[in-house]
């Protein structure tokens, strides 16, 4: 006998157990289904993003950060270190309790809210009529295979099944020698040598974990430009401080055959100038994107239409071409951020218990948790000179910031970009200390539609990073206090 329920969100990552939680609090009857497993086949709810993706891959960054401090910058400080070596598998260990605590946050959640949880993987079998006899009021069966198989049926579903790693052509991931990013975050020893292909998010934080641990990190990006979605002046300043750490950083290459053998991987690559290039590495890490996640999904049987890519089709309001069907996070358009997925599943079911869901494009920031982190909202100055916007811009360095000589970190900077005419803030872009948290005052204002003179007339605490922030605001006037 089927369980009904008035939502139905497949896939309990970011997107949809936010969006589960959300639906409960308006009074909805939700049941949430996520197939993914912990070491012990357990659930383990949170997507990619808990499992291996953010949460994960910062745990790992925050460790790595503080060999790297211990042995390279203590003694700035007058703290002598002697002796100081790194227990990778320890280090693997709390990783992986801090995904066990997400995980299990989760659960908590769920159950604090009154979503009924369901592991196993879910599919769809049929729409359902509405029936007076049966008393289903309209929506779709689900069948969950997992433990053990359920029938559900929902009135309304959200799917929000995420997305997997990009295979490299003729190279599948193996997980041993050619890691995707489940691989590259259960590296169990320092490789001496690390390749990886891709220099975006994913390539940048594991090519600088394992870079801050002792391995010989080259990247290969096929793209001429180094982060090339980048504001270019900011994308430079982060080129030259990876430059000086030793992550090195070949740009324009093609990549040719890669094979593996007992000994690692071997690469073959041209290089921008057409020389072919051979690169050997204990584990080549390819990052060079995610594909939307509908396998499995039976789409077919319901009729929900999928794009060229496997991605579900979906309206400005995260409506599918069903009725009663919604889609959100990185298996639809837009981009494939934890914080944008979370946005839409909150909006999605605000808007199926009549409310005026929102989600801003223009204002989802974007984080590179590298050291030093790059963080930014809206648009670039290349962006704006291609749209033929007239625009003024304020830059001011972390070097004269007091907070960031303190700290002993004055890479970078804070640049600020409005509008010429009437000084709305259309950009603002970072690349320093604790630009993950800097970005989230820029993306207030922009959301407000603030403009850089408000931010410069903002009084903010002293000594502190984000004086950084109004001092780029009054640059913009050409007024800064301290530079």
């Keep these: 006998m089927s369980k009904q329920f008035d ?56 460790s790595s950060e503080h060999f790297e401090q211990a042995n390279h910058h203590f003694a700035d400080h007058g703290i002598t270190v002697k002796g100081v070596s790194m227990d990778v598998a320890k280090m693997v260990a709390r990783k992986d309790k801090v995904v066990t605590q997400n995980n299990e946050g989760i659960l908590y959640l769920f159950k604090k809210n009154k979503v009924s949880f369901f592991h196993g993987r879910a599919s769809f079998v049929k729409p359902i009529a509405p029936g007076a006899s049966s008393g289903v009021q309209g929506g779709y069966e689900i069948k969950v295979t997992g433990a053990a198989e359920e029938t559900l049926v929902g009135q309304q579903i959200i799917v929000a099944t995420g997305s997997n790693a990009r295979a490299l052509p003729g190279a599948p991931f ?46 290969l990006e096929g793209l001429p430009t180094f982060l090339g979605a980048v504001d270019e002046q900011i994308a430079k300043e982060a080129k030259k401080a990876f430059d000086k750490q030793g992550l090195k950083v070949e740009l324009g290459v093609k990549v040719g055959e890669v094979k593996t053998s007992k000994k690692g991987v071997s690469v073959a690559w041209t290089n921008a100038k057409g020389e072919a290039q051979a ?37 400005g309001d995260c409506r599918t071409n069903l009725p009663g069907v919604w889609a959100v996070g990185d298996v639809v358009r837009g981009p494939m951020l934890a914080h944008k997925a979370e946005e839409e599943g909150v909006a999605v079911a605000e808007r199926m218990a009549g409310q005026h869901g929102h989600v801003n494009f223009n204002t989802i920031p974007w984080v590179i948790y590298t050291s030093p982190e790059i963080a930014w909202v809206g648009r670039t100055e290349q962006q704006l000179k291609a749209d033929g916007v007239t625009y003024k811009a304020g830059t001011f360095p972390f070097l004269a910031n007091g907070r960031a000589r303190a700290l002993g970190d004055t890479t970078g900077m804070v640049k600020m970009l409005a509008d010429a005419k009437t000084d709305e803030i259309l950009g603002v872009h970072i690349v320093g200390p604790m630009a993950s948290e800097l970005i989230a005052e820029c993306v207030l204002a922009m959301e407000f539609r603030a403009s850089s003179e408000d931010i410069a007339r ?22 800064t206090l301290n530079f």
């Design 7 to 62: 939502v139905i969100v497949i896939g309990g990552g970011p997107g949809g157990y936010i969006a589960a939680i959300r639906a409960a609090q308006l009074g909805k009857n939700v049941a949430c289904v996520d197939e993914w497993k912990n070491a012990k086949g357990g659930p383990a709810p949170g997507g990619t993003c808990t499992n291996v993706g953010c949460i994960p891959s910062k745990a790992l960054l925050q």
């Design 174 to 219: 193996d997980e041993l020698n050619i890691l995707s990013n489940d691989g590259a975050l259960r590296i169990g020893a320092v490789p001496k040598k690390l390749g990886l292909i891709g220099s975006g998010v994913i390539g940048l934080e594991m090519g600088s974990v394992w870079r801050r641990l002792g391995a010989e990190v080259t990247i």
């Design 279 to 315: 690169l050997e590495v204990d584990k080549l890490i390819v990052s060079i994107g995610r594909v939307p996640n509908t396998v499995g999904l039976n789409a077919e049987a319901v009729g929900l239409q999928l794009d060229e890519r496997g991605a579900i089709v979906v309206d």
């Design 458 to 479: 903002v009084c903010h605490a002293h000594p502190s990073l984000s004086e950084s922030t109004k001092e780029a605001a009054l640059a913009v006037d050409k007024r």
